[in-house]
């Protein structure tokens, strides 16, 4: 069974702290990874896919990169405004061709 | 930009009401899903669609319908609401050139009371 897993669950930053949130996946073929993005309240805003290992993607503060097992998404001295929950999903090349299985998120709280 | 919209932001209906949510997408997209959000489980799916009149259960199909008449749109019925389907409703799609990436809409809130 395909699985998602994301750690921590909740993590506080101080504005200006780098971090990282994980994202570990078992899948039997990766045909894709993706991070969203969520605000209280609102559907999930599409943010990056990767396809292969070794791959990375940058999008202002944020760096998603992807091994093998797991997907970080680095926060480079956060604000603010960058507090949301932040949703991994993965397309395995296995199953029906359409369906995505999701983790259950990582709540990023940014502090001044 | 993709478009995705829900028809209502927030629901509230009695257990036994035929309830009917809507989704409109504007980019011709292939695939639509119907997902409910809750607190600690995450993004559950509950149905899908990859055509017109095409649909596919999803993890958790007991209790809803679903039909799609045209590309653009994907209903979602709960035949009789209770109070269990109290949850966020988010529906997305997608499309096979754009390698499956999903867009989301806003979101509906329902309460069943």
């Known amino acids: 069974e395909d699985q998602v897993t994301q750690s921590p669950e909740a993590l506080r930053l101080q504005e200006g702290e780098s971090s990282s949130l994980n994202c570990s996946y078992t899948?039997?073929?990766?045909?894709?990874l993706f991070w969203y993005r969520q605000d209280p309240g609102k559907g999930p805003e599409f943010l990056f896919t990767?396809?292969?290992a070794g791959e990375e993607k940058e999008k202002e503060r944020l760096k998603a990169t992807l091994t093998k097992k797991e997907s970080f998404l680095h926060i480079t001295a956060p604000k603010p405004e960058d507090s949301a929950t932040y949703l991994c999903a993965v397309h395995p090349i296995t199953g029906t061709a359409s369906k995505l299985t999701f983790g259950t998120g990582t709540r990023l709280q940014v502090t001044l | 930009d993709v478009k995705v919209t829900q028809s209502s932001r927030y629901l509230v209906k009695r257990t036994g009401e035929k309830v009917f949510l809507e989704c409109v997408q504007d980019?011709?997209?292939?695939?639509m899903f119907w997902y409910r959000q809750d607190p600690g489980l995450g993004l559950r799916l509950i149905y899908f669609?990859?055509?017109?009149?095409?649909?596919e259960k999803g993890d958790i199909p007991e209790g809803y319908s679903v039909s799609r008449e045209k590309k653009e749109r994907f209903s979602l019925i709960l035949e009789s609401a209770s109070t269990n389907q109290t949850s966020m409703y988010l529906c997305a799609s997608s499309s096979v050139r754009s390698s499956y990436e999903q867009y989301f809409g806003p979101g509906t809130r329902l309460t069943v009371t």
């Open positions: 899948v039997s073929g990766l045909r894709g």
């Open positions: 980019m011709d997209h292939e695939n």
């Open positions: 669609s990859y055509d017109v009149k095409m649909k």
């Open positions: 990767l396809y292969s």
